[in-house]
């Protein structure tokens, strides 16, 4: 998995701090803006934390570049419906090199990774062969349309891999463009940095926290599951480690 923040709001404390104020205050923004210091910034914004006035911190976006995850993830992140994505398209790309996800607790596995591995294959060559015998089909129709032999290739191979991928798995590596504002990525790590989230999508949010952390301290103080500052919520679905996961985020924020 590979993730990094390729760019967020600059200034993000005083243009929160700017947007509480104007709430409050006969004077545009851009002035507000000007005026205010960092120390009054940061004074305001953990201020805002205790009051439940939400909207200021969702002037500030992040975002991030994540790749060598898979289409199990993607399904997951995506039901995040506060953020923007740009996902690379199955319909448009070859998966000509077959990159696919292995979960941990399958390749420590020598049995279950075996019957793994033997899937993928039997995916990969399944979809090399619908891709070609449909674009077989196609390619004469297009010839026969009177393009040329370039796009003819082209085009039947597109039309061919938008269908052979029904075939391909959850497991295969998908790249994104992901961007989230801070209320919605306040929301994103307490549910996905829980012990609850699955492995994959609770690894990538922990490491996009510890990204968004670097850049601000004081907006993700308490960022991270409901048990890093304060109770569980998970009711009885509990892990029951609130203590190790306490230590954990209290160690991801220290190391900073
Ligand atoms: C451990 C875990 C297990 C899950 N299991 C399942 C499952 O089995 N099946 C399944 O379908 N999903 C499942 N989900 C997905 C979950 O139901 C959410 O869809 C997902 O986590 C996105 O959260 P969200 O709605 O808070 O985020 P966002 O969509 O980003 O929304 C952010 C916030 O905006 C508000 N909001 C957004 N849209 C609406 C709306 N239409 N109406 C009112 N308020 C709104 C809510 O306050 C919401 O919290 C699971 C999630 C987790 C973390």
Redesign the pocket.
């Known amino acids: 998995m590979q993730v990094s923040l390729i760019s967020h709001t600059p200034n993000p404390e005083k243009i929160i701090a700017a947007a509480a104020r104007l709430c409050y205050s006969d004077t545009e923004a851009d002035e507000l803006l000007v005026n205010i210091s960092e120390e009054k910034a940061n004074q305001l914004v953990n201020m805002l934390d205790g009051f439940g006035h939400e909207s200021p911190v969702e002037h500030v976006t992040f975002t991030f570049s994540i790749s060598g995850v898979s289409r199990s993830l993607l399904a997951?992140i995506t039901?995040?419906?506060?953020?923007s994505f740009s996902v690379q398209s199955q319909r448009y790309v070859k998966q000509d090199k077959f990159i696919y996800i292995t979960p941990p607790a399958i390749s420590q596995n020598p049995e279950a990774n075996e019957i793994y591995q033997k899937a993928m294959q039997n995916s990969i060559d399944t979809y090399n062969e619908l891709a070609d015998k449909l674009q077989s089909k196609y390619y004469p129709e297009f010839l026969s349309q009177g393009l040329s032999e370039k796009s003819a290739r082209s085009k039947s191979e597109k039309k061919a891999i938008e269908d052979a991928r029904y075939v391909l798995p959850n497991a295969c590596e998908t790249k994104m463009l992901m961007t989230?504002n801070v209320?919605?990525l306040r929301?994103?790590f307490r549910?996905?940095c829980?012990n609850?989230?699955?492995w994959e999508?609770r690894d990538l949010a922990t490491e996009m926290l510890k990204l968004c952390y670097n850049v601000s301290p004081i907006l993700f103080k308490s960022a991270g599951p409901s048990c890093c500052c304060g109770a569980c919520s998970?009711g009885k679905?509990t892990c029951g480690q609130a203590e190790s996961v306490r230590k954990k985020f209290g160690e991801i924020k220290n190391d900073r």
């Open positions: 997951q039901r995040h419906r506060l953020a989230m209320r919605s929301n994103f549910l996905r829980c609850r989230a699955q999508i998970e679905m």
